[in-house]
């Protein structure tokens, strides 16, 4: 089955606290990003990558980090996790750049 | 990208026709109108995209307007399990930004 696989799907985590959430697709698709959603903010782009070891920022990149050294796998990397990274957190996939896109069933991050 | 304009909430009866509109009277050309819905905190969730003609999948149907000023999402037979958050979104197909841009949408509130 198309999916597209993050992990973990919730987390509650401290201040400062390095994180990683994994996001793994198996369409074989060129472009993945990442997206927060905010109440009353909708979703926004943080980071994304077009292919293998291409990554660019999107509208909300400070204090993340992502990296793509396989075509399956785009790690969201928080350095130093703060309570204004609480959110929802989104992985999408995409054939192409402006094709239809596949998204993840979320991530719950908490940071206290 | 063009900026849509949907309503904030609609009802449907189960089983009937769900027809949610959109507006974007200032999309470009070359811009395609894409449908997505999100079921509670869930992924979002592709539905249909089209460019001028009207379109039809398995899902549901995409009635663009002669002069593309405004479309319509048509679920031919609601179920309860369409109640969803659907954003219409309009942008370049083959751009070189690939970020999706989600307005409020229409909250779909189908209803036995």
């Known amino acids: 089955e198309a999916q597209v696989t993050q992990n973990p799907r919730y987390l509650i985590t401290v201040t400062g606290k390095k994180l990683t959430v994994t996001c793994s697709q198996n369409?074989?698709?060129?472009?993945m990003s990442w997206y927060r959603q905010d109440p009353g903010l909708g979703l926004r782009q943080i980071y994304y990558?077009?292919?293998?070891?291409?990554?660019d920022k999107g509208d909300v990149p400070e204090g993340y980090k992502v990296s793509r050294k396989e075509k399956r796998n785009f790690p969201l990397i928080l350095e130093s996790p703060s309570p204004n990274q609480t959110s929802l957190y989104f992985c999408?996939?995409?054939?192409?750049?402006?094709?239809?896109?596949?998204f993840g069933q979320g991530t719950r991050l908490t940071v206290v | 990208d063009a900026k849509t304009t949907q309503p904030t909430s609609m009802d449907c009866a189960e089983g009937r026709a769900a027809n949610l509109p959109c507006n974007h009277s200032?999309?470009?050309?070359?811009?395609?109108v894409y449908w997505y819905r999100q079921i509670h905190s869930q992924g979002p969730q592709y539905i249909i995209h089209?460019?001028?003609n009207n379109e039809t999948n398995e899902m549901a149907s995409l009635i663009i307007t002669e002069d593309r000023k405004s479309s319509t999402l048509i679920l031919p037979h609601a179920t309860l399990r369409d109640t969803a958050v659907y954003y219409c979104?309009?942008?370049?197909?083959?751009?070189?930004?690939?970020?999706?841009?989600f307005g409020k949408g229409t909250k779909l509130s189908v209803k036995p």
């Open positions: 200032t999309i470009s050309g070359n811009e395609y």
């Open positions: 999408a996939s995409s054939r192409g750049i402006n094709t239809e896109a596949f």
């Open positions: 089209g460019l001028k």
């Open positions: 979104i309009v942008r370049v197909a083959g751009g070189s930004q690939g970020n999706l841009i």
């Open positions: 990558s077009m292919n293998v070891e291409v990554t």
């Open positions: 369409m074989n698709h060129e472009y």
